[in-house]
């Protein structure tokens, strides 16, 4: 199955979208990778739900990625003595305390011990997703003190969100531990950690699931922004959240950060997702609006590795359409006479290493003679990710004889994931290379194209060699 796009799709299952038909409909509108929310979701079901996406992944005889996604800690106010909750002036001062008595006008329990010893006057307060917000004028023991900045009516449980408050406890809450071990025991590709705030946070999640299960940080909170780099140095990829980091930061510096990390998750060569509300009318509509088209588009021409569905695939009436108009706006993008220049344009220079200069190298062969394809022999998915991040035209074709491997990379921009035997020397890594562009109708024969590998084979992180092949069919010297 070969798709017709360099950008991946990631679509949220769930009750919409639960079902084995669907799920074979989602691959074939244009789905690579599936994101399972652990919000929404019990350990003890994820295995199944794996198993099912498996089943429907060996008829298809394509890898198929599957992304687990934390859910992370969940900080909410107490209740409040009235269901209606209770109606906060602005201006007023309120009070956010350890009693677990019902609120009122004046204070209600945060339950967070944690929050309120690292709280500190100055300190933003953001409630139910930005309806209310709050600035911490004084801090007494396990009571803070705030000013109403925008008020407005709060109920029980709402959540808050601290943008300016560095929470001295790991990322991870115990029923995160829990479904991490399931999903490393499930076979799960991609781990996405919620609500990170440094480099530890990645640790942390590392102590679980090793280096079986590569692992994406999500950026939705200030804190993560500052520390990006050495995140992104911790994680195998990035997830741009721009639901919360709307929240907890000014929207309109939103746009500019997701450049950002985009540019940086490319410079690095590790993958970045651009996720929230890229087509949110079509969870009730058939089309999306005109600007979410031009969202989609964006992230596209910024050369994201890939694009996320969350509520539109999983619980919207309409995934399948979701998934295929996702499909047909970045196939438009990627084939405006723009794109070209503007993917090379945002390139970084090769890294300082034998696999980036050949990575750079396979990009300028396949760049100078027009060549259709890049074949990467890859046993880690390491040679592959080095090849993608020079973001060239030919299609990349990752051939590993690991299935792990495979599904992973199908997260990654412009990669074309093979399960095959390792090649058995150079001759055959070349064959067999040729073979698999032509099947997939990417290469003609008569044409050329760059096989990268490594030797000794089988041997991770080895690449080594850059040969050009030709596919069968015409004599060598031939016009490509």
């Known amino acids: 199955m070969f798709r017709q796009r360099q950008v991946k799709i990631v679509a949220t299952l769930g009750p919409a979208s639960g079902s084995p038909e669907i799920i074979r409909d989602l691959v074939s509108a244009g789905a690579d990778v599936f994101r399972l929310n ?92 930005g309806k209310l917000r709050f600035v911490v004028e004084a801090v007494e023991k396990d009571k803070a003190i705030a000013r109403v900045v925008v008020g407005g009516v709060l109920k029980s449980r709402k959540g808050v969100s601290l943008p300016d408050t560095i929470i001295p406890v790991s990322a991870m809450t115990e029923k995160d531990y829990r479904d991490a071990a399931a999903a490393r025991a499930a076979g ?88 929230t509300q890229m087509l949110e009318s079509m969870i009730t509509a058939p089309t999306p609006t005109r600007a979410e088209v031009s969202d989609v588009a964006t992230a596209v021409f910024e050369g994201a590795d890939a694009v996320m569905l969350s509520a539109e695939s999983a619980s919207g009436a309409y995934p399948r359409e979701a998934v295929a108009m996702m499909d047909r706006i970045a196939r438009e993008v990627e084939s405006d006479p723009l794109f ?8 970084s220079a090769p ?65 074309h994931p093979i399960i095959t035997k390792d090649a058995s020397d150079i001759n055959d890594m070349a064959m067999r290379g040729a073979k698999f562009a032509m099947r997939a109708g990417i290469g003609k024969p008569g044409q050329r194209i760059v096989v990268v590998a490594g030797i000794p084979f089988g041997t991770p992180g080895a690449t080594n060699i850059v040969r050009i092949a030709h596919i069968p069919g015409a004599q060598p010297g031939s016009k490509s």
């Open 351 to 415: 890294e300082i290493t034998g696999a980036d200069a050949i990575a750079a190298s396979a990009r300028q062969i396949a760049e100078t003679l027009e060549l259709p394809a890049i074949c990467a022999w890859s046993f880690s998915g390491a040679t592959a990710l080095r090849i993608a991040r020079e973001r060239p035209r030919a299609a990349i074709l990752a051939l590993s004889p690991r299935r792990e491997t495979a599904r992973a990379l199908s997260l990654v921009w412009g990669i």
């Open 188 to 275: 799960a590709d991609w781990i996405a950690l919620s609500f990170v705030q440094r480099a530890e946070d990645i640790a942390d999640l590392r102590r679980i699931v090793g280096d079986e299960v590569r692992i994406i940080a999500k950026i939705e909170k200030p804190q993560a922004v500052e520390r990006l780099e050495d995140i992104l140095e911790a994680a195998d990829g990035l997830m741009v959240a721009r639901g919360d980091l709307g929240v907890e930061m000014p929207l309109e510096k939103v746009p500019g950060l997701q450049k950002r990390i985009i540019r940086l998750a490319r410079r690095l060569g590790k993958p970045v997702i651009v996720a």
């Open 340 to 347: 070209p220049a503007l993917i090379a344009n945002q390139r």
């Open 38 to 129: 652990m919000s929404h979701m019990r350990a003890e079901a994820l295995a199944e739900r794996v198993e099912l996406i498996r089943a429907i992944e060996e008829k298809l005889g394509h890898p198929v990625g599957i992304l687990v996604d934390l859910q992370g800690p969940k900080l909410r106010v107490g209740n409040f003595a009235t269901e209606d909750g209770v109606m906060i002036e602005s201006g007023a001062r309120f009070t956010l305390d350890s009693d677990p008595a019902p609120g009122d006008s004046q204070r209600v329990c945060l339950p967070h011990p944690e929050i309120l010893g690292a709280l500190a006057p100055g300190h933003a307060l953001i409630l139910d997703d």
